[in-house]
Structure formats: C-alpha cells, structure tokens
C-alpha cells in the first residue's frame, strides 16, 4: 500500500509499503478513505518529538471501511464505515472506565520510555506519533491496522460525507474538550482563544455552542481570523494591535473570563536528551514559543479558566505563575479523551448545529503529501487544513480549492 | 485509623523490609567506573535515534554528574537505594483491576511464575515450602533455592533465598485493596546483593537489565495480563523500514 512516512526532520515521502496485517485478535483493518494533516503532524516533520524512527508511518486522523476483523472483535463487522479516534484505549483499565481515554493504562506498549520522561505511569498510544506514544503505524496511509478496535471503532450509519465526520477522530472533539474545561456559564462568560488554526477554530465554535456571551480568537493570519468573523467571533490581530490591551478593551477591563491556548509548544521533549543534543538554540525557540500561553495567562479575568488543548511536550521557562496565584486561576490541559466525544458531536453534525468542513482549504491525493505538509507548515496558499485521500491520483501542484 | 497514620504506617513497614536505609557511601574505584560510564553513555547518546539518544544520553548526563559530585550521589540521582549490608533494594508497585484474592492466587502458583516475569526460567516446586529458581543470565543461568517466609493468603507473600545461594535475595508481595474500587495495589520488594556492588546495578540499569527495570516491565505485564488477557503490542506492523512487516514493539 501507499503511506505517507516520516524520513527525518523537514522530510516525508510517500513510499510503498507492506500492507498492515491483524497483530491481535481484538485488531481490525480499515481502508482508509479520508485522512488529514494535522496541526500537530507539524511537530513531527520539524523533528521537535522525540523517539520517530525513519520509516514510520505518519497520520492520526482518518477514517474508512472496515475490511478485516480479529476473532475478538465483536461490534464491528467488514463493511462498516467507521471513525478512529487518533489515541488508542484499551477500553478496560480504570482510566478507560472513568472516560479519561487518553490516560489508558495498557495501550501503550513503550510504557518504560514515557515513564521515563513523565514519571508515574504512562499515558495511552497514539496513532502515528513517534515512539514514545507506542510506536503505533499511523493512519495517512491506504490501509490501517486499528488496535482494541471494539473501543476505537465508532460507526457512521448515516451518509454524512467524510469530510463532515473526518475531524470526530481529533481536532473537533479536541476544541470541544477546551472549551468544556471553561465550564462556560451561559449567556454570561467571555472566552479568548489564542491561536486560529484548526483546533482554535473549533474551539471557538465549541464555546459558541456551549454558550459563551462572547468569543474572541487571536491569531495573525488574515484568513484565519476571517474564517472565525464568519460564525460571529471577534477577531484580534497581535501584529496590528496589543493583545492584552485589545482584550482588556473588548471585555469592559475584566479579562476574558476564560482562555483557551491553543497554540501549545513548538519545541517538545525538553528532557535530558534535547538538552544534549539540541544546546541553545532549541531551547530559545522554546522559551520564545510560550508566548500564547503567557498572554492567555496575563490576559485572563480573576477566577478564570486557562484550558490548553494546545500540545506541550516538556519544560517551559519564565511561566507567569504569580499571576496565575494571584487571580485564581484554574488549569486544564491534556490530550483529548476523543471516545468521549464522538458520539455526541456526531450528534450535533446530523443536528446540523455545525458543518465541520468549514476548516478545510486543501483536497489532495495522499502522493501530494510532502508538498502540503509544506504548504501548511508555511501557511501558504491560506492553508488551514489539508485533506488527503489516499486513492486519488497526483493532481501536480495543489492550489487551494 | 486516619490516612496519615496508616501511611506512617506503611513507610515504617517498607523500612522494617529494607532496614538500614539507604547508606551506600560511593567507594572511589567505583566513582571512576561510573564517571566513566558515564561519559560513555553520554557519547554514545549523541549517536543514534531520538528515542535512544533522548534515554542512554540523560543517563550518560545523569551519572556524569553523579561521579563529579561524589558523596552519596547514586541513591538520589538514579536511585539505586542499598542498605547498610551492601545489599540493593528494589520496589515496585502497579494496581491491578482485580480483587486480592485472585491476584494472590495467580502468584501463589510458583511454578507458573515464570508466565509472568519474562527473566525467570523457570520454578520447580520442591515442597510446601521450598522451591529451586532459574532466571536467564548474560552468561547461561543461575539458579538458586528459596524457601516462603511468609504466606497470608489474599495478603501477602515472603521469601529468602537460602544461605549459600548464588544470588542472596529475598523479597516480598503484597495485595491490598486499591481505595474506591480500583481492584488491587499489588506491591513488590526485593532485596538482593549484585555481583559487582553499585557499578554493576549502574550497569545493568542502563543496559536495561536490571531488577528494578524488569520488575517494573513485569508488573505491567501482570497488569495487562489481567486486565486484557494480552500484551499491546506493535511487533510486525507494517512501516518504510528496510526489512518492513517487522517494527515497533516494546523498546
Ligand atoms: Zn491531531
Ligand atoms: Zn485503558
């Protein structure tokens, strides 16, 4: 099959590859028929995580048919339309029972290599995220091999077409998850979200749902803060006006009464290793990079919420705890319990409350990967979220639809 | 019994296990071994994936600093606790979602111990009290007999290797309901003397063969065992590496 691999910092290609086969009898095989890029696939092609090996299968969003399942298997059958939640959950452990999927106990089989890093006990296996997180193949890819696949399987028994239920397998349940961390009083509080990609664009549209007096987004690309003025969202751009100025204007001299960073930490994996092996430089990158948060921080009102979908991967420097003591504030962070979230947001898609292909600017086949993992690296082309279908034919050079 | 005392409690009975604390005063010989293997590792970290320069480097960093600082230093750097007879001590702990009783069960069953812990070969059942243990060793095996101290069925169970073992050890497990229905915390301490003192434990932590280590891959796979009946696994998936159908897996 055709997947999209990992080569290295600054490089992936599409290669063939042997197609996955079942490992476990509670695996299944999906065939796969949309899958994105994500925001935090950028991570990996800039060589910030640690642990990717050459030759890893990238690729945490995606969806298909099932064509194979284990003896184990029992709620999925060949055929079904299925969406795969981009962490892997064994669906058994305490974690898993208590809905907190991103923690699973027994899903990650490299539970030495994160203890390691994060003391305590590990957190669950990712698809198609580095070593550390299980080494799981991911799922930019013809075919995938989908592990406790009677947890991670959820059927779409509708016709809604992939590209309003691709993103249930991470950045739209992953925005809800922020917002909902705000405990929102309806009709009554302000949120600011920091940061108008993808995930900042469902975040916003999530505290809207959960029904936020007002939202404000604060990005610096036109076109993404264009694409929130469309739903309503109050826009602010930090290269043309101080943020915490503007947002202190727009919220009576308050503050937002809660913040959403969904930026996060370009420069993971500040433990021993990338202090040897990466020296000054990185960690400057790193220290620079927490801006979001800092302003999220400076920014937010007396007894507020700072929720961080936004991924951190290690140490940060110059955290401005004091104002965080001094006003109160509460902290919520955390990969996304994503099964939590599936069923009840594809509700709200057959609901029609919220169409989320509204993030998608770039269709393309799975061999245009390296090109648009660039273009969306760069921002170029109004790039704001890229979707590949792994049986399509090279178009070229893709343009923005 | 109020929380603090129970846990005041079980601090002192962990220390009546391990008595003497952890002393291990660093002899200077084995200041340069470690240094020096240090330095080794941090080298060799440079080189290789990620994954690995990310480990075996923060190690390398971790014990250089540790044979440049000198007193007492491998206890609190890479914990390496030992007592007073020289003897290493090791625990680990996991909960299980599982009740006592059954996990006991399971481990009461000696000779299929080695189903659970991946370094022992095997456990023959000599009497009521008394079996003989092979675990793999770099150099073929070693073997040894060990008699139960202790058995409190569903609570708890000791063992000393007997005088004249080629490994003097011995240890202890313990079940214990977790609170709020989380099955069991099962417990395990482990006393035992290294053939070469501290610099060998240092050694075989970082090759990845050290008791600590292994305890800790084998509870988790007791866990799994328990929970899912299977290890996860990603032996044989599929990637763009050379030789592909064969990657991942637990490294
Ligand atoms: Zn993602
Ligand atoms: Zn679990």
Redesign the pocket.
């Known amino acids: 099959m055709k997947a999209v691999l990992w080569q290295g910092t600054n490089h992936v290609s599409v290669e063939t590859v042997p197609d996955p086969t079942l490992l476990l009898p509670s695996d299944a095989i999906v065939r796969v028929s949309s899958t994105?890029i994500?925001?935090?696939?950028l991570h990996l092609l800039d060589g910030f995580i640690p642990s990717m090996e050459k030759g890893d299968i990238l690729g945490?969003?995606f969806m298909g048919e099932v064509v194979e399942v284990g003896r184990d298997v029992k709620t999925l059958k060949v055929g079904d339309r299925v969406v795969i939640p981009?962490n892997i959950a064994c669906g058994t452990c305490d974690y898993c029972q208590r809905g907190l999927f991103s923690a699973c106990d027994n899903s990650n089989p490299n539970h030495r290599m994160a203890e390691a890093l994060y003391g305590a006990t590990s957190g669950g296996g990712l698809f198609g995220y580095s070593h550390l997180y299980g080494g799981y193949a991911g799922g930019q890819a013809q075919y995938v091999r989908v592990p406790f696949a009677d947890v991670g399987g959820f059927k779409i028994e509708t016709d809604l077409p992939d590209e309003q239920v691709l993103f249930l397998?991470?950045?739209f349940p992953?925005g809800y998850q922020a917002a909902e961390n705000c405990n929102i009083v309806r009709g009554r509080d302000v949120v600011a979200v920091f940061g108008a990609g993808p995930?900042g664009q469902f975040a916003a549209r999530s505290a809207q749902m959960l029904g936020a007096a007002k939202v404000i987004i604060v990005d610096r690309f036109p076109e993404r803060l264009r694409l929130a003025a469309e739903a309503g969202i109050e826009t602010i751009n930090y290269e043309k006006e101080d943020v915490l100025i503007a947002l202190k204007e727009a919220t009576g001299g308050r503050g937002p009464d809660h913040v959403i960073d969904a930026v996060g930490l370009e420069a993971h994996g500040h433990g021993p290793g990338a202090l040897l092996d990466t020296a000054q430089q990185k960690m400057k990158l790193t220290f620079d990079r927490i801006t979001a948060l800092r302003w999220a921080i400076l920014s937010c009102a007396k007894g507020g919420t700072v929720s961080m979908p936004g991924v951190y991967g290690g140490l940060v420097d110059k955290l401005p705890l004091g104002a965080a003591f001094a006003k109160g504030l509460t902290f919520k962070m955390g990969q996304t319990h994503t099964h939590r979230y599936i069923r009840p947001l594809l509700a709200h898609i057959e609901a029609g409350d919220i169409d989320p292909s509204f993030v998608i600017t770039h269709r393309a086949a799975l061999a245009d990967a390296p090109q648009l993992y660039k273009t969306f690296r760069d921002k170029h082309d109004g790039c704001i979220k890229v979707v590949l279908n792994p049986w399509g034919e090279s178009a070229g050079e893709v343009k923005r639809a | 019994m109020t929380n603090i005392q129970k846990s005041g409690f079980q601090e002192a009975a962990r220390k009546a296990f391990f008595q003497g604390g952890n002393g291990g005063q660093m002899q200077d010989t084995e200041r340069v071994a470690v240094g020096a293997l240090g330095l080794g590792l941090l080298i060799l970290g440079l080189g290789g994936g990620a994954g690995r320069r990310l480990l075996v480097g923060g190690l390398g960093l971790g014990l250089t600093a540790v044979a440049v600082r000198g007193s007492n230093p491998l206890a609190t750097a890479i914990k390496v606790e030992q007592n007073n007879a020289g003897q290493t001590l090791i625990s680990e702990a996991v909960t299980v979602n599982k009740n006592a009783a059954e996990l006991y069960a399971v481990w009461r069953d000696l000779d299929k111990l080695p189903n659970l812990m991946s370094h022992l070969q095997s456990v023959v059942v000599l009497s009521e009290k008394r079996s003989r243990w092979t675990v793999k060793a770099p150099l073929g095996s070693v073997s040894w007999e060990a008699e139960i101290t202790a058995d409190e069925p569903g609570k708890r169970l000791a063992w000393a290797s007997l005088p004249g073992s080629s490994i003097d050890n011995n240890g202890e497990i313990l079940f214990r309901p977790a609170p709020g229905g989380r099955g069991s915390e099962v417990v395990v301490r482990l006393k035992y003397r290294a053939p070469l003192g501290t610099a060998g434990v240092v050694a075989a932590r970082i090759a990845g063969q050290e008791p600590a280590q292994q305890l800790r891959d084998d509870l988790m796979r007791f866990k799994r065992e328990q929970e899912l009946g299977f290890a996860p696994t990603t032996q044989g998936q599929s990637s763009g590496r050379t030789g592909s159908g064969r990657a991942g897996g637990a490294k």
Do not use: K, P, Q, Y
């Open positions: 994105a994500c925001g935090s696939d945490h969003e981009f397998t991470d950045i992953t995930v």
